[in-house]
Nanobody
Framework: QVQLVESGGGLVQAGGSLRLSCAAS????????MGWFRQAPGKEREFVAA????????SYTDSVKGRFTISRDNAKNTVYLQMNSLKPEDTAVYYC????????????????????WGQGTQVTVSL
């Protein structure tokens, strides 16, 4: 099991940037693919970005490609989401998650494949 705590959310104007962090506790954090999801009120939880356990491969939903970057520092048990050129439609609660299985070789993009979730951090982008 991995326990996850997100931070870094807040209110930002359109065009601005935020960097989200997800701090993990667990003895084998580096074995697991990690991901970021987001959910706005009345909408389904949406995949945002994922990274493999080693950090060697990443995947992004089309709407954030070129604007968001997922990364991880396994020595710090932390995964990050750098968000640039933010848009109002990026407004949501952002969650980090850890894959239910170790050592997947492809970034995990399906919510059902994640076992552990953080409590979320609110990102609000104003006009």
């Amino acid at each position: 099991q991995v326990q996850l705590v997100e931070s870094g959310g807040g209110l930002v104007q359109a065009g601005g940037s935020l960097r989200l962090s997800c701090a993990a506790s667990g003895r084998t954090f580096s074995n697991y693919n990690m991901g970021w999801f987001r959910q706005a009120p009345g909408k389904e939880r949406e995949f945002v970005a994922a990274i493999t356990h080693s950090g060697g491969s990443t995947s992004y939903t089309d709407s954030v490609k070129g604007r968001f970057t997922i990364s991880r520092d396994n020595a710090k048990n932390t995964v990050y989401l750098q968000m640039n050129s933010l848009k109002p439609e990026d407004t949501a609660v952002y969650y980090c998650a850890a894959d239910r299985f170790q050592f997947r070789t492809v970034p995990t993009v399906l919510a059902g494949r994640y076992a552990d979730w953080g409590q979320g951090t609110q990102v609000t982008v104003s006009l």
